[in-house]
């Protein structure tokens, strides 16, 4: 594929050798953004994005990690104003963390009104088994001109996915989204002007393997297929879909 292909959903920090891998972008010119699980890794990820030409960094504080970490909203909150992107964050009402849920909803609040508050901030943002909690939480706290949020791996109804399109959020889509017939029917009723792409790697498999970004080429050609349209094409409305948001924000 000619056109410069979109990971915008991808745990560099999390493969066996983040250096290698975040070398693999540039060497494969795959632009990525590598969000991050906690505050933490805000320092190393930061580092390493700034020396590359495709690696952008998030600063996240996943769902997942709240109920063991909540204070780290603080360093969170202390990190914002270097970040642009910010990610992994948002809700996650799946039975293992169901019992965090009041506790995800407040750190959720903060972050949005955070981003609110500090404006042109890209949002990554997890809804798993809560998209329309997070779509509430959206439009109260974060309407679109004071930030972007994109839906990572969103697996919400159909009617969420339509109030998500008016709240002006962006989908970022893998292709496990495209592998079931249920999701694979939301993703192509969304408007492509909103779609980008993602591996969420390494959480993802190809050939017995952790996805890499340059994996990203598979998204892509089964969007295509979807949409009964040409790989090229659709790669470059992603492209243009990614250009179109950085500029609204």
């Not at 697996?155 to 962006?170: E, I, K, M, N, P």
Request: hydrophobic share 40%.
């Amino acid at each position: 594929m000619k056109n410069e292909l979109i990971d915008f959903h991808c745990h560099l920090d999390l493969y066996s050798d983040f250096p290698a891998i975040t070398m693999e972008c540039e060497r494969a010119g795959v632009l990525t953004l590598a969000v991050t699980t906690t505050p933490r890794a805000w320092p190393r990820n930061r580092h390493v994005a700034s020396t590359t030409r495709c690696v952008r960094a998030a600063l996240g504080l996943h769902p997942q990690l709240v109920a063991k970490r909540p204070e780290e909203i603080l360093l969170w909150e202390k990190y914002l104003p270097e970040a642009r992107y910010v990610g992994e964050v948002g809700l996650d009402a799946g039975t293992r963390f169901i019992r965090s849920f009041d506790l995800q909803k407040q750190i959720f609040e903060r972050v949005l009104q955070h981003c609110a508050r500090a404006g042109g901030k890209i949002l990554s943002v997890h809804s798993v088994r809560s998209a329309k909690v997070v779509l509430d939480m959206v439009e109260a706290h974060l309407p679109p001109p004071q930030g972007r949020v994109v839906m990572h791996w969103f697996t919400g109804s159909q009617a969420d996915a339509r109030r998500a399109v008016d709240l002006g959020c962006y989908f970022s889509v893998n292709a496990e989204m495209l592998a079931g017939d249920r999701h694979r029917a939301t993703v192509v009723d969304l408007p492509l002007e909103r779609l980008l792409t993602e591996t969420d790697g390494p959480f993802t498999y190809r050939h017995g393997r952790p996805t890499q970004p340059a994996d990203v080429t598979v998204v892509i050609e089964a969007l295509a297929e979807a949409r009964s349209a040409a790989p090229d094409d659709v790669a470059i409305a992603v492209r243009a879909n990614l250009d179109r948001l950085e500029e609204q924000i």
